[in-house]
């Protein structure tokens, strides 16, 4: 697709730079890729070349960017930065692609507008999370709209997990300050910053009650004010906020408020310290992964946004590469110039649907339906976009299955909790006994819960896992069938149908965490290979722990599984609940049936003996007969 270029990626060894790097090996696998840092690790990935680089020694700058067809800036803070990488470029006539999220640094890029015209460079800025990302969601609002004069809001959530290295600790402290720029009818203008009152609660998806949030300084205030881009979109005004999960909005206030951030030594010491203790809170039980960035027009009437167990770091070199891919391709067609996201979209309306479709390919999914419109709508809940590098082996959860998972979301506890409430089955108990009763039911159903376990544990079911997987599958399963058993006693044999729908609901909100997003696939360039790499994995992890006994053939059209039988149906048969031995069956192939049905993957069940036996076939398409028979069948035709 490209002829061989020479690439300097300045910061190319931190945690962005290093996945901008190898993605840009993909793409140009015979150029010369340079990763450049103050320090270079021993062993970089094949491919790449190394060079140390001092980005404030001037000098060193000029002498790494001359004879480089494209530098790409990903070190940081930009505030300590600032433009000294753009200068040394733009002397040495090269192209650029930040990753800029700092509003200061912004303003100096600006004023490089004329400098990069004489010199013929294209300083393409703002190719990250926000500005970037947030940026293209909010001129595709604008255009959605009709650009028709309204007000926008971008909401940020950043779970525990994944709020970035030491950088990100640092943009965050700058951004604690009494007085933030805003945009308001098209110019930036400088006012009090809100910390507390309705306006400072905001709704992110998968949560149902607002959070507080933190103002901040975006970028685009500032770029959508240069070009008279905001008058052109419609956006009257424009604010952000966002929530980092434990970070308290009252103790960035004080800070803010009491203004000893702004002594450099003292500010460098607390990033030291958020960093630190961002990191010990990262391993929290109840830490999430999930990153959602949504922007909103007035009154909340419509939005967009990306939502999904994925970091901030990949969002950024997601869209960096692309935009880097975009100006390769277009670089003699580009005027020279400062181009920020919302300038380019605009002026080349191409460059939106090559970014849109790269991020896409990557797992990166925009959405116009981030909440969720019911209780049950679980893929709102846990995301549409997922980390992806076009393979199954970057998928969420590969090769595991939901007992060898080191850490269950506590989401995932108390939505289980409220469909057991919600659901028929409990309406019916409550119906049919007193409190008193409902009380001696719960200490009944847990003495059988020890004593089904124990029954468990003496019962030899031949599970290969660790004693503690082993043991949290016999724990679960013993619960299970307890509940279950104390339900026929109050309902009869209605229980077991009412027992199953609860399950199922619960098993489909587990499904949708365990596994990723149907859209994902489905954006893949190959999406069959993938869903079948990634099931081959999925049902590869079952077997190893024998919570089923299977006979897996892949062959170049598809993938047939026979289900010769399963532990999990043994155990509830042993532990007294033999009519529920297929449902988790039934849990696997709803989810592959949905998963199918979006890669458009012709898929097909033949049942066995027992409810968890049977034969599962997937094709690219419509098998042959000698494929697609029953194995009853497929027996008489052999003989």
């Known amino acids: 697709m490209f002829s061989r270029k020479r690439i300097l990626i300045i910061g190319g060894t931190g945690a962005v730079g290093s996945m901008i790097a190898r993605e840009l090996l993909r793409f140009f696998p015979d150029s010369d890729i340079v990763v450049s840092a103050r320090n270079i690790p021993t062993s970089i990935p094949s491919g790449l070349q190394g060079r140390t680089l001092d980005a404030f020694d001037e000098n060193a700058l000029l002498q790494a960017v001359v004879g480089m067809d494209l530098v790409v ?94 950088s990100n600790s640092s943009v965050l402290l700058e951004g604690f300050k009494a007085r933030l720029p805003f945009l308001n009818n098209g110019k930036t203008v400088l006012d009090n910053a809100v910390w507390t009152g309705s306006n400072a609660k905001q709704f992110f998806p998968g949560y149902d009650h607002p959070v507080s949030t933190v103002p901040f300084a975006s970028p685009e205030f500032h770029t959508l004010a240069a070009y008279q881009l905001a008058r052109n979109l419609g956006i009257l005004s424009l604010r952000s906020r966002y929530h980092v999960q434990y970070l308290s909005s009252g103790f960035a206030c004080l800070l803010a408020k009491s203004r000893i951030l ?90 939106s649907s090559h970014i849109e479709t790269y991020l896409r390919q990557r797992g990166v999914i925009i959405s116009d339906d981030c909440f969720p419109t019911c209780a049950n709508d679980y893929r709102s809940i846990f995301g ?3 980390t992806f590098d076009g393979s199954a082996a970057s998928l969420r959860h590969i090769g595991q299955c939901w007992y060898d998972i080191e850490t269950i979301p506590p989401r995932i506890v108390r939505m289980q909790r409220q469909i057991l409430r919600h659901s028929d089955l409990w309406k019916r108990v409550v119906d049919s006994t007193s409190f008193v009763q409902r009380l001696l039911l719960t200490v009944r159903m847990k003495r059988l819960h020890w004593s089904l376990f124990s029954l468990a544990r003496r019962t030899s079911f031949g599970l290969r896992g660790s004693p503690a997987i082993n043991q949290r599958i016999l724990k679960d399963f013993s619960l299970f069938a307890a509940g279950c058993l104390i339900a026929k006693e109050c309902l009869g044999d209605d229980a077991y149908n009412l027992y199953a729908d609860m399950f199922l609901e619960s098993s489909r909100m587990e499904m949708a965490w365990l596994w990723p997003s149907n859209q994902v696939f489905s954006f893949s360039e190959r999406p069959f290979d993938v869903l079948l790499e990634y099931l081959q994995a999925y049902f590869g992890a079952c077997a190893r722990l024998n919570v089923v006994n299977l006979e897996m053939r892949v062959h170049p059209d598809g993938l047939d599984i026979t289900f010769k039988s399963c532990t999990y149906g043994a155990i509830l048969t042993t532990l007294g609940c033999a009519p529920l031995r297929g449902l988790v069956r039934q849990m696997e192939l709803e989810a592959i049936q949905n998963l199918a049905d979006r890669c458009g993957v012709y898929y097909r069940w033949h049942s066995g003996r027992v409810p968890d036996e049977g034969r599962l076939v997937l094709c690219r398409m419509e098998p042959s007969a000698s494929l697609d028979i029953e194995p009853n069948q497929q027996k008489e035709a052999s003989t």
């Open 73 to 166: 800036i990903a070190a940081g803070p930009f505030s300590y930065l600032g433009t000294k990488i753009h200068a040394a470029c733009i002397k040495s006539g090269v192209d650029i692609v930040d990753i800029n999220d700092n509003e200061m640094a912004t303003r100096g890029i600006l004023s490089l507008e004329e400098e990069s015209r004489k010199a013929g460079v294209h300083i393409l800025t703002g190719m990250g999370f926000t500005p970037g990302l947030s940026t293209l969601l909010l001129v595709r609002l604008a255009q959605k709209n009709s650009c028709l004069p309204n007000d926008y809001r971008i909401s940020i959530y950043m779970g525990a997990r994944n709020t970035g290295g030491p």
């Open 262 to 351: 702004r002594l450099a030594t003292l500010r460098q010491w607390m990033c030291g310290i958020f960093y630190r203790f961002g990191r010990m809170l990262s391993y929290k039980p109840d830490a999430d992964e999930t990153t959602s960035l949504v922007v909103f027009s007035k009154g909340e009437t419509s939005h967009l946004g990306v939502h999904g167990p994925i970091s901030t770091g990949h969002l950024t070199a997601s869209v960096a590469v692309a935009a880097v891919t975009w100006l390769l391709k277009r670089q003699s067609d580009v005027a020279p110039g400062v181009w920020p996201m919302e300038r380019i979209l605009v002026e080349y309306p191409d460059a």
């Open 384 to 386: 549409h976009s997922a």
